[in-house]
Structure formats: C-alpha cells, structure tokens
C-alpha cells in the first residue's frame, strides 16, 4: 500500500511558467514532508521541508503547500528554469525521523528554454 | 567538505553471484541508509543502521544484507544476485534518528546489472 502518491509522473513547461507538483498521504502520524531534487546520475537532495503547523513555506523559487485537512502537499517552482530540470520526489514521516521516511515515486521535470 | 562516496559507480554481474556495494561515509553521522530506485518505485528502503554493530530492514530487504563494522561504512551485500535485483542504489546517512529533522545526504548511487 503506497503512503504517499505523488503526480503526475512528468511534467514539461516552459521557461518563466509555474510547476506544480501534488502529493497526497494517508497516514495522519506524519509530520515531516521533504522535497528532495534528484538530477540525472546524482543522488537526491534535499530541496525544502515543511511541519503540518505552517500552511505554506517559501524558500526563493520554491513554495510547498500543505493542506492537512485534505492530506495533501505541494510544490511550486515559480519562474521555472531549465535548471530546475531534474526528478523530484515528495516524501513524509514520523517525528522527522529517516528512517522512517516515505517517498512518492517522483515527478520528473523538464523545464523547455 | 563531507560527503558520501559509493564504489563502484558500475557493476555487471551473473545472476547467483555474490556482489557487495561498497558506502563510505565522512559526515560522522549514526544513521546510515540503503535504497533502490526503480522506473516507477520511486525510492525503496533496503536496511538502515542506527549506528555500529546494529542493521534493521527495511520495505526491500529479502536478497539484501549489510554489516557496520564502524562509523563511516555501510555496506551491502547480495547473497546470490537475481535479475529482480537490477537497479541504481543509493546510499544515504543522517545525524538524528526520531525526534529530530535530520536530511538524508545521498551518494551518486551504483547502478547494478543482473544478467
């Protein structure tokens, strides 16, 4: 039973427009909800983070949503650029703890100049 | 800078064959971390290792086994290879375990082929 599903599975635009990426979870013990950004033949990083107590979190670029009623999170990429292209996974867990994290199975992002 | 260095980056193999992936760490993190990558699993948890001397499994571990002998090296061994076994794997560590938001530092992964 996946825990955390994540869409869509690819995703193009073009350069200056908006990415979205959703995610959804089914176990309300989570806490934690990671964005890792993995580019091609490099492991994942970590991107941005969000607690369930903060509705919305901006780091430059980047923006996660969280509606915790209706168990879902996402991603913004605002001003899309053919950097930002790489694979992206949607993650969660309990009391922070990795071992324990949940990973979507990734969206990947090709942002066309 | 620290970092984590996974040997090889390649690997071919026949199926029944032992092959050990070799994760070595210089973060002096307890936490340590195997998973696989697959087109459409997204990322898989193998083992994880609190610390020296303990392992744990984890969602994928059946095939699968890994011994700390030490801080920095983790790593990871498959008995008898099967074709199922053909992914890129991805060795991780972190500084906390629960109770804490602790990031996962990745490798660049070894992608293994079982023929």
């Known amino acids: 039973q996946q825990q955390v599903k994540q869409s869509p599975q690819s995703l193009i635009v073009q350069k200056g427009g908006i990415s979205i990426i959703n995610c959804a979870y089914e176990n309300t013990a989570f806490d934690y909800f990671p964005w890792y950004q993995q580019f091609p033949g490099k492991g994942p990083a970590l991107l941005i983070a969000?607690?369930?107590?903060?509705s919305e979190k901006k780091e430059g670029r980047f923006t996660i949503s969280f509606n915790k009623s209706a168990k879902q999170f996402s991603l913004h990429i605002m001003d899309s650029q053919p950097g930002d292209s790489a694979t992206y996974f949607c993650a969660a867990s309990i009391q922070g703890g990795s071992e324990k994290l949940v990973f979507g199975k990734g969206t990947k992002l090709t942002v066309n100049p | 800078d620290a970092e984590i260095t996974q040997s090889p980056r390649h690997k071919i193999t026949e199926t029944g064959r032992q092959v050990t992936l070799a994760c070595h760490q210089t973060w002096n993190h307890n936490n340590m971390f195997w998973y696989r990558q697959d087109l459409g699993h997204g990322l898989r948890l193998i083992h994880y290792s609190y610390g020296v001397h303990d392992t744990n499994k984890g969602e994928v571990s059946d095939g699968y086994s890994v011994s700390r002998s030490n801080t920095e090296d983790l790593p990871l061994t498959l008995e008898s290879a099967a074709s199922s076994q053909t992914s890129v794997y991805f060795c991780?560590?972190?500084?906390f375990g629960t109770g804490g938001v602790s990031p996962l530092h990745f490798g660049n992964g070894t992608r293994l082929t079982v023929t």
């Open positions: 991780a560590s972190s500084e």
């Open positions: 969000i607690r369930p107590d903060v």
